[in-house]
């Protein structure tokens, strides 16, 4: 029988009722022929509870710690989903990540799934078990530990089970209808997209609309997987929802696709480091060794032999930034004036293909900002992206002044 996975975010099951909500879409899916394989989150506010619990415990944690912690939450919903399912006369058994077993790297926290061998579920399949519950977020290490796949994996749980299983499509049930041109929270005037393309998904999510994970749009896109994001609070048609798809499949030729903000930015200066060659390394060596994502930098012009490096990364990780630096100091690796770190920083992003062949983008975009009297502290460019570190307070307003100003309430 054909397989279809369906995945539901944490408000999609965020209580017994939702739960039998979701399990009655996946009745649906049943009845018309497919076996189905079920990816749940945990219960909405759940992981961010267990987060805040590690994080109260043990400020530097050790990370295979928090990934035992953090992915039990889907534990719970894989298990009620299968009762659910039960009650309901649908064959159906839950499975944690290591009995499957998903398969990741030892990267706790962020790990990545390498492999998901299919014969035990299909197995069940052919002995008449229908669905196949799959708690999302987690796996197994080649050391037997518990991971977690970082924050939204659940996500890429799924299209990782639709491209090991072969399944026809990937739906992502979740608490907005499809992708839109920006967060429908921020803007009222954010529109639906009918299809969005796999580069310009990739971008969106990894600039922080976490409507899909980053790496959930980089498997589908390596592995051609059929990617849908639709509802689960309304009834839905075989059409519903976006459909995350190639770009030649696409009509809409907006030059500016989707506005991405990340609320959670910090922007941390090393002052006076000497200017000599490997300085770079020596600074970003123990950053990327601590674990901190460093996004965007700058070196400042030199002086006297001193220069000024500017970065930034996620504001939970500013500790760990700290510390590393301290002691890349205290190793002799480098010597600094100073660290200061400003946590009030968001990064605001513009999207498009249609940069690609378009200029005048960027200009626009500090125009625009420079009317809501908005200061530019950090840029960063790529070929189909452009993104600003501004004050927090600031953010929403930029988003919205940006929609506006890219006129993306309207299809072009
Ligand atoms: P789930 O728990 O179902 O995984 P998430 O909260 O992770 O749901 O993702 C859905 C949320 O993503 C929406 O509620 C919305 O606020 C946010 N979001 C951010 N950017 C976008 C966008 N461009 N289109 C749709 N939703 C977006
Ligand atoms: N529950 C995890 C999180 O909140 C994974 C997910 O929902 O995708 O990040
Ligand atoms: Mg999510």
Known sequence: MPVLVMKFGGTSVANPDRIRRAAKRVGVEVAKGYDVIVIVSAMSGKTNELVGWVNETSPLYDA??????????????????ALTLQEMDIPARSWQGWQVPVKTTTAHSAARIEDIPP????????????????AGFQGISPEGRITTLGRGGSDTTAVAFAAAMGAERCDIYTDVDGVYTTDPR???????????????????????????????VELAMRYNVRLRVLSSFEEQSDDAGTLVCAEEEIMESNVVT??????????????????????AAAIFGPLSDAGVN???IIQNIS???????????????????????????????IEYGDLMADTDVAKVSAVGIGMRSQSGVAAQMFKTLSDEGINIKVISTSEIKISVLIDRKYMELAVQALHDAFQLDKAG
């Not at 803007?187 to 790496?215: C, H, N, Y």
């Open 258 to 279: 989707g506005i991405a903000y990340s609320r959670d930015e910090a922007k941390m200066t090393l002052l006076s480091v000497a200017d000599r060659p490997g300085i």
């Open 294 to 296: 460093v996004d965007m």
């Open 303 to 333: 002086e006297d032999g001193q220069t000024d490096m500017t970065f930034s990364c996620p504001t939970d990780q500013v500790m760990r930034a700290e510390k590393a630096m301290k002691d890349a100091v205290a190793a002799g690796q």
């Open 119 to 134: 014969e035990n579920i299909m197995a069940k399949f052919a002995q008449g078990m229908r669905v196949a519950v799959v």
């Open 64 to 81: 295979r710690e928090y990934d035992a912690v953090v992915s039990s939450g889907e534990n719970v919903t894989a298990g009620l989903m």
């Open 186 to 216: 921020i803007s009222s005037k954010a529109r639906k997209l009918d299809r969005i393309a796999f580069e310009e998904m990739l971008e969106l999510a990894s600039l922080g609309a976490k409507v899909l994970q980053t790496r959930s």
